[in-house]
């Protein structure tokens, strides 16, 4: 068990590992100014808290987040619905209703149409009855393309205005700068959605989204 931020007993745990969607997670508590502590768990990581995620989530998803009052909470884009509402004067869910709505439309078009390929594209054995490896690279290769097609239609509904979340950087920011790290969405992006591209860009050099990247994706050594 890993220490992540000054913490005691009463306040958040959070099961994940290094380069997954629980760094989504530890932007929006520290965001939020919350105490934590991490457990290293995965479905993936047979030297991690396996059984301990599982009590918690039978699905074994990470993030998977236990509250100071005891509950659970899963799926990233709920875990930071919850923050937003549980502390308002962050900011994560915006500072107006019109903002939030927008706000939450984009949380639950990621999670629906984006975060969604990740599980395809990483394990396509378990969306196919075939066992032959063309077809597995088939539908990873079909994913993919949707995936690129999903952050495209993403970026023309959700420009900066100037943030994700409206006049100040929040929860929407949060999980379109993480989730885009994946499937060389960045790249597409990059090529096909220079704009969008540079507004993930500025997201990540904000000081919480940059401590957290650098933990979960360390820089190469020279």
Known sequence: MTVSSPASDAGYLLYGTQGSGSSIVEIGLRWCGQAYRTVHASSWEDASAQEALRALNPLMQIPTLR????????????????LGLRFPAAGLLGDNERQRDRVLRGLVYIAANCYSCISVIDYPHRYTTSTDKADHDAIVAGTKARLHHHWALFADMF?????LSGIRPGALDMMAVIVSKWSGSRKFLEDHRPAFFALLQRIEALPHVAEVCAKHWPPKPA
Do not use: C, F, R, Y
Not at 67 to 82: F, K, N, W
Not at 159 to 163: K, L, Q, S, T, V
């Open 67 to 82: 509250t100071p009052d005891g509950d659970v909470l899963t799926e990233s884009g709920a875990i930071l619905m919850h």
């Open 159 to 163: 420009p900066g205005e100037p943030w």
